[in-house]
């Protein structure tokens, strides 16, 4: 979602949430969870009709999905360590309820590339983020920002973790900063 760097040093960045986002994301969900509460309440107290009745619990079921959202962005802290002294990953997902912790640990070795994302969302709007790709198959989105922001920090990456960084987007492909040694 959004993220900022908390601690840069030669050997080890440790990214974590922004609050700012945080809140944001909140309020957001917040705001459609309302909205959809709303219109589903309306459609099954004042329609008669069965399909009408069925739409508005749907949209009751859909308001309380994202409530769960909300409450999900509101309520987990995620830390994100890159470490070349101890050669790892290491994602931590922290909630403000102890019960709910997950730690997951990466090996630079299982890092096969840094991919960065570019994703167009409109003519004036494009995210852009920084996914690992990991050998077992599965991908872990680490960092997402403006473009040069995001070029800057895989760079970074790059440095500490010997991994080359691909670009899928055919305007990048090729471009290279920096390589494996």
Same mark, same amino acid.
């Given at each position: 979602?959004?993220?900022?760097?908390?601690?840069?040093?030669?050997?080890?960045?440790?990214?974590?949430?922004?609050?700012?986002?945080?809140?944001?994301?909140?309020?957001?969900? &917040?705001?459609?969870? $309302? /909205?959809?509460?709303? =219109? !589903?309440?309306?459609? @099954?107290?004042?329609? +008669?009709?069965? %399909?009408? &009745?069925?739409?508005? $619990? /749907?949209?009751?079921? =859909? !308001?309380?999905?994202? @409530?769960?959202?909300? +409450?999900?962005? %509101?309520?987990?802290?995620?830390?994100?360590?890159?470490?070349?002294?101890?050669?790892?990953?290491?994602?931590?997902?922290?909630?403000?309820?102890?019960?709910?912790?997950?730690?997951?640990?990466?090996?630079?070795?299982?890092?096969?590339?840094?991919?960065?994302?570019?994703?167009?969302?409109?003519?004036?709007?494009?995210?852009?983020?920084?996914?690992?790709?990991?050998?077992?198959?599965?991908?872990?989105?680490?960092?997402?920002?403006?473009?040069?922001?995001?070029?800057?920090?895989?760079?970074?990456?790059?440095?500490?973790?010997?991994?080359?960084?691909?670009?899928?987007?055919?305007?990048?492909?090729?471009?290279?900063?920096?390589?494996?040694?």
């Amino acid at each position: 979602m959004f993220y900022r760097i908390k601690e840069e040093t030669e050997d080890r960045i440790i990214i974590v949430d922004s609050v700012a986002g945080k809140i944001y994301a909140g309020l957001f969900f &917040s705001a459609l969870t $309302l /909205f959809f509460l709303y =219109l !589903g309440i309306y459609n @099954v107290h004042n329609n +008669s009709d069965i %399909l009408s &009745s069925i739409a508005g $619990l /749907f949209l009751i079921l =859909l !308001g309380a999905f994202y @409530v769960l959202l909300g +409450s999900f962005s %509101l309520l987990i802290n995620s830390k994100v360590t890159i470490d070349k002294k101890l050669q790892r990953l290491i994602d931590e997902r922290k909630s403000i309820i102890k019960h709910f912790e997950s730690v997951k640990m990466s090996d630079f070795s299982d890092i096969k590339e840094i991919e960065i994302v570019r994703t167009v969302q409109s003519e004036c709007a494009d995210t852009w983020s920084i996914d690992l790709n990991i050998k077992s198959g599965g991908r872990e989105n680490i960092y997402c920002g403006d473009e040069l922001n995001v070029k800057k920090m895989a760079d970074k990456i790059c440095k500490l973790t010997d991994k080359n960084i691909s670009y899928p987007e055919k305007d990048y492909r090729g471009e290279k900063i920096c390589s494996s040694s």
